[in-house]
């Protein structure tokens, strides 16, 4: 659509103020406003933005150049919440005009782009567990008890209609929303969507989620383990392969015992083969790795189960040719979307393109597995992983995978230099002061 063209919309529906919004390699939300009257300049030429928002590049010690943020108007959005106001998704270019390699976004794309030259197109449902606490008193917002309680549901009713009504406008499309366990906790599943629009629609509703609750007194987090949570917050990725052509779901197989095809257990190997590297990504802050030691379902071992929400990898047997997935539970709620799903599609690309064989799933206890790898138990391990995976660096781009490296390592610094306990039980099995105030508002 011509800039012309969204200008004069977005002015007849009483729109003033355009968000130039994009995802950091943390998965924070970044953004500019820019005024209406300034969209048929900014809109062709795109909005110079500090590239040190995500840190340093290359050796650290060189000053990094600007890069721009040239809209993509197929994600224009007016924001219910906002009066007045809407957002645009962006990707990154440098000065040069080029893709910016650091692009979590940008790299989505280039994966989905090798997917489609195999005839094949990614399908992925997110589902996401949060807190939503009192942000004075940093207390949950609401008791704990029984997941789905219909009285804990009814809790905050302005809350949660101010969001069911608003994410629709977004693009978001939300199949259902319950309260989880712990005191504070939400659970969210979005509908399925196909190629980059998964990830845009998971970086709008997390977006929408931490600005409606903060209208309200509140403050939502997707930090994996918040002060006052004993449950870790998640994120599953449900994964299929469609036919790039029919639509057909690539990962049914009525002929199996379990419904799913050989690509589908390629891609569980491609998974499971990558699972210490894609913790590097799926688990990108410190804080992440107290999973281990809060409650919940937390996958142990880099294993596959029909059974077992403890299993890095679950696929509910007999699914149906329409509903057969695999379901990727590694992940933690504050992985970027667009890196967290750029990751796995990687990894199981590599599966299918290496013919991998997927060891037989285990039945039972998955904590109790024989022979299956560990995954990291901290940010330092999971670095050290993708820093030896080169498979996945080149699926992933050289560029990006140092970026993201340098990125990381800053934040372990910086959570070292501000948390004497780091590394030890102590620091494992309590919050820091320091990591909610860094990450509890933004992530």
Not at 286 to 305: E, F, I, M, Q, V
Not at 350 to 362: E, F, N, S, T, V
Request: proline fraction near 7%; charge should be negative; aromatic fraction near 8%.
């Amino acid at each position: 659509m011509r800039v012309e063209t969204v200008t004069r919309l977005l002015s007849a529906a009483g729109v003033h103020w355009v968000r130039f919004e994009f995802a950091d390699m943390l998965g924070v939300a970044r953004s500019k406003i820019v005024p209406l009257s300034r969209l048929h300049r900014v809109g062709t030429q795109g909005l110079r933005f500090a590239r040190d928002t995500d840190g340093p590049l290359g050796d650290g010690a060189t000053p990094a150049t600007d890069f721009i943020l040239m809209p993509d108007f197929d994600t224009l959005a007016l924001l219910p919440y906002a009066p007045g106001e809407a957002s645009v998704i962006c990707d990154l270019y440098d000065l040069s005009q080029e893709p910016a390699p650091h692009d979590g976004r940008w790299v989505l794309q280039q994966v989905v782009e090798h997917y489609l030259d195999e005839g094949l197109l990614p399908a992925t449902t997110f589902a996401y567990d949060f807190y939503v606490v009192d942000r004075a008193t940093g207390t949950p917002a609401f008791p704990g008890g029984r997941p789905g309680a219909s009285v804990r549901n009814a809790a905050r009713p302005a809350w949660r209609d101010a969001l069911l009504s608003a994410v629709p406008s977004l693009g978001v499309e939300l199949e259902t929303i319950h309260t989880a366990g712990a005191p504070g906790q939400v659970h969210a599943e979005l509908a399925s969507a196909r190629g980059v629009a998964a990830a845009d629609q998971a970086f709008a509703f997390r977006t929408a989620v931490k600005e409606i609750t903060s209208q309200d007194g509140l403050t939502a987090t997707f930090m994996t383990r918040p002060p006052c949570g004993d449950r870790a917050s998640g994120c599953i990725m449900q994964h299929r392969l469609l036919d790039a052509a029919t639509g057909e779901n690539r990962f049914a197989d009525d002929a199996d015992p379990l419904g799913i095809s050989p690509l589908a257990k390629q891609f569980i190997a491609g998974l499971l083969y990558h699972a210490a590297a894609l913790s590097a990504f799926l688990l990108p802050i410190p804080n992440d790795y107290k999973r281990y030691h809060a409650a919940g379902c937390t996958p142990l071992h880099a294993a596959w189960s029909c059974e077992s929400r403890a299993a890095a990898v679950r696929v509910p047997a007999r699914a149906g040719a329409d509903a057969a997935h695999v379901e990727n539970r590694i992940a933690t709620a504050s992985a970027n979307p667009y890196i967290a799903l750029a990751a796995c599609l990687a990894a199981g690309l590599d599966g299918l393109r290496q013919r991998m064989l997927a060891p037989a799933p285990l039945h039972g206890d998955p904590a109790a597995s024989r022979g299956a790898p560990r995954l990291p138990q901290s940010l330092d391990e999971a670095l050290a992983a993708l820093e030896a995976d080169t498979p996945l660096h080149a699926l992933l781009g050289e560029a990006f995978v140092r970026t993201y490296l340098a990125v990381a390592r800053l934040e372990l610094a910086r959570t070292r230099l501000a948390c004497p306990t780091y590394g030890t039980d102590e620091w494992e099995r309590h919050v820091d002061p320091w990591e909610w105030a860094e990450y509890g508002e933004l992530l």
